[in-house]
DNA sequence: AACTCGGGGGA
DNA sequence: TCCCCAGAGTT
C-alpha cells in the first residue's frame, strides 16, 4: 500500500484547520501536557478525559511537581479514569525523567519509548504533535480510518494486520507535507472519531472520501475486520464491612501490580465454584490480612463490569473475632472513617458502598 | 501471539 | 446489551 496523493493530505488538513475542536491540549506547548494527555487518552474517550485532565494538570504543573509528588496523590487524581498503571508509569517516568534528564522530554520517537507507559503509538503521537517530526501514531481510529482507506480485508489484530497499516502509516507520515506533522498526526484521529466513525460513518461529510476504497466498493461498513470475542465471564465476589471502637471501617490497599494495583477497598475475595460467598469471604479474610470473623447480613450488592469480566460484589456486615490485622495479601490497611475515605483511591465499585453508606449511615449505626 | 488491565459513551 | 475508545506491558 502506498501513500495517498498530495491532494489526499490538502483535503484533510483544510477539513482539520476549519473543524478542529478546541481541546486544551492541544493549546498546551509544553510537550508535558500533550504526553499527559496522550496518557490519558489511551483507551479513553475524550469528553472522559477533559475534566480528569484540567485537575492533574492544576495539581501537576509540571513534570517536576509530578515527579516529587506521593504515588498515592497521583492514583488519587486518576481515579475513576481505570487501568491505573497508567498513573504509576506516568509517575515512574517523570520520577526518571527528572533524575536522569533534567525534566525534560527527549524529542524522538525512539527515545520516548523507552518512558514507562510510552509505547509505539504514544512515542509518535508526542514526537509529531509536540515536536513536529514526521513520526507515525496508529490508535484505533487511525487503524480503522487506514482500513477502509484502502479496503483492507486483513483483521486489524492480527500481526499481520497490524505490521501492514504501521507500514503504511510510517509512509503517510513522512509523505505528510513538511511542517505539518501536528496538524496531520490529529486529523486523521479527529476524521476517525467524527466523521469514520466505527458504525455508520458519514461518508458524505468525509474531506477524503473520493480517495477511499471502502467507499468506492460499498464495504466501508464491513471494515475494519475484527476478530470475534470469547464471552465475559462472571463472578460473585464478597466484601466485609468491619468497624473498631470509634466507628472506622477497616479497609485495605491492593498490591501495587495487577488489577486495580495500589487502590483501596473493603476486605474482599471472589468465590470460588459452588462456594458459598461467606464461606468465601472468611477464608480471603484469613488469607489476606491474617483475620478470623463472622459472617452477618448482607446489607447489599452492587453490579460492576470491567473490561474482561463482570462481578457481583456483596457486601456483608461483619465482626471481628480474632486476629490482628496483616497485610499478607494486600499492600496495606487501616481503620478509615466514613469521611476520610474521600482522601484514598478507590475502585469504582467500592465508591458505590461507600455512597450507600453515607445514605444509610444513620439506619445502619 | 495471547493475555491482562477500567470505565464510560453511544447506539 | 454490545462495541469501542488517542494502548502498554507481560508472558
Known amino acids: 500500500m502506498e501513500a495517498?496523493?498530495?491532494?489526499?493530505?490538502e483535503a484533510l488538513l483544510a477539513w482539520y484547520a476549519r473543524n478542529a475542536p478546541d481541546l486544551p491540549w492541544r493549546r498546551a506547548r509544553d510537550p508535558y501536557q500533550v504526553w499527559l494527555a496522550e496518557v490519558m487518552l489511551q483507551q479513553t474517550q475524550v469528553a472522559t478525559v477533559l475534566p480528569y485532565y484540567?485537575?492533574?494538570?492544576?495539581?501537576?504543573?509540571?513534570?517536576?511537581?509530578?515527579?516529587?509528588a506521593p504515588l498515592e496523590r497521583v492514583l488519587k487524581l486518576w481515579e475513576g479514569l481505570g487501568y491505573y498503571s497508567r498513573a504509576r508509569n506516568l509517575h515512574r517516568a517523570a520520577q526518571r525523567l527528572v533524575a536522569e534528564h533534567?525534566?525534560?522530554?527527549?524529542?524522538s520517537a525512539e527515545a520516548l519509548r523507552k518512558l514507562a507507559g510510552v509505547?509505539?503509538?504514544?512515542?509518535?503521537?508526542?514526537?509529531?504533535?509536540?515536536?513536529?517530526?514526521?513520526?507515525?501514531?496508529?490508535?484505533?481510529?487511525?487503524?480503522?480510518?487506514?482500513?477502509?482507506?484502502?479496503?483492507?480485508?486483513?483483521?486489524?489484530?492480527?500481526?499481520?494486520?497490524?505490521?501492514?497499516?504501521?507500514?503504511?502509516?510510517?509512509?503517510?507520515?513522512?509523505?505528510?507535507?513538511?511542517?505539518?506533522?501536528?496538524a496531520?498526526?490529529?486529523?486523521?484521529?479527529?476524521?476517525?472519531?467524527?466523521?469514520?466513525?466505527?458504525?455508520?460513518?458519514?461518508?458524505?461529510?468525509?474531506?477524503?472520501?473520493?480517495?477511499?476504497?471502502?467507499?468506492?466498493?460499498?464495504?466501508?461498513a464491513a471494515r475494519p475486520v475484527k476478530q470475534p470475542k470469547p464471552p465475559t465471564p462472571h463472578y460473585a465476589v464478597a466484601a466485609a464491612l468491619l468497624r473498631d471502637d470509634s466507628g472506622a471501617l477497616l479497609m485495605a490497599r491492593r498490591p501495587l501490580e495487577g488489577l486495580l494495583g495500589g487502590l483501596w477497598e473493603f476486605p474482599q475475595g471472589r468465590a470460588r465454584e459452588d462456594e458459598p460467598l461467606e464461606a468465601a469471604l472468611k477464608r480471603a479474610l484469613r488469607e489476606k490480612l491474617a483475620l478470623e470473623i463472622g459472617v452477618g447480613a448482607q446489607l447489599l450488592k452492587v453490579q460492576h463490569?470491567?473490561?474482561?469480566?463482570k462481578i457481583a460484589l456483596h457486601v456483608y456486615a461483619c465482626q471481628l473475632q480474632g486476629g490482628e490485622p496483616r497485610a499478607l495479601g494486600y499492600a496495606d490497611w487501616a481503620w478509615i472513617a466514613l469521611e476520610a475515605s474521600d482522601q484514598l483511591a478507590i475502585s469504582r465499585a467500592d465508591r458505590r458502598v461507600i455512597a450507600f453508606l453515607k445514605e444509610n449511615s444513620a439506619r445502619l449505626l
Not at 484540567?54 to 516529587?68: D, G, M, N
Not at 480503522?144 to 502509516?169: I, K, T
Not at 463490569?305 to 469480566?309: E, G, K, Q, Y
Request: proline share 8%.
Open 102 to 107: 533534567g525534566g525534560v522530554l527527549p524529542q
Open 119 to 182: 509505547g509505539r503509538y504514544t512515542a509518535g503521537a508526542i514526537a509529531s504533535i509536540a515536536f513536529g517530526q514526521p513520526a507515525a501514531a496508529v490508535d484505533g481510529n487511525v487503524m480503522r480510518v487506514l482500513a477502509r482507506l484502502y479496503d483492507y480485508a486483513v483483521p486489524v489484530q492480527s500481526g499481520e494486520g497490524r505490521r501492514a497499516l504501521w507500514q503504511l502509516a510510517e509512509r503517510m507520515a513522512q509523505a505528510a507535507p513538511r511542517g505539518a506533522a501536528a
Open 54 to 68: 484540567e485537575r492533574f494538570l492544576s495539581a501537576f504543573p509540571t513534570v517536576q511537581a509530578l515527579a516529587e
Open 4 to 9: 495517498p496523493p498530495e491532494a489526499f493530505y
Open 305 to 309: 463490569a470491567f473490561t474482561h469480566f
Open 184 to 220: 496531520y498526526t490529529q486529523a486523521l484521529m479527529d476524521l476517525g472519531r467524527e466523521i469514520c466513525t466505527p458504525r455508520a460513518p458519514r461518508c458524505e461529510a468525509c474531506p477524503v472520501s473520493a480517495f477511499c476504497r471502502a467507499r468506492a466498493a460499498g464495504t466501508q
